[in-house]
Nanobody, 121 residues
């Protein structure tokens, strides 16, 4: 079994910063890509940023230049540094990871429980 646990969400004023963390744990053989998605009520979950095992990154246009994704492979953890936050960044942020477990041996997609980020104007 694999678990993803997020932390770091909260309430911040516009222009402020937050750092999200997501740690994977369990019977992990290998982790491929890791990423952050966000969702607001009535809307589909959207990609915010993604990082491959070789540290190639992808960002949504709306966060380019403001958000930075990184990962620590020794800790099986992915981070999202969010700067210059805007009210429209308000959402529940979900961590995602493509993980191969010892029991299955194939990559499967796992999700965290989500963490609320609220940016006040």
């Amino acid at each position: 079994q694999v678990h993803l646990v997020e932390s770091g969400g909260g309430l911040v004023q516009a222009g402020g910063s937050l750092r999200l963390s997501c740690a994977a744990s369990g019977s992990i053989l290998s982790i491929n890509a890791m990423g952050w998605y966000r969702q607001t009520p009535g809307k589909e979950r959207e990609l915010v940023a993604r990082i491959t095992s070789s540290s190639t990154t992808t960002y949504a246009d709306s966060v380019k230049g403001r958000f930075t994704i990184s990962r620590d492979n020794d800790k099986d953890t992915v981070y999202l540094q969010m700067n210059s936050l805007k009210p429209e960044d308000t959402a529940v942020y979900y961590c995602n990871a493509e993980v191969a477990s010892y029991s299955r041996g194939i990559y499967q997609s796992y999700w965290g429980q989500g963490t609320q980020v609220t940016v006040s104007s």
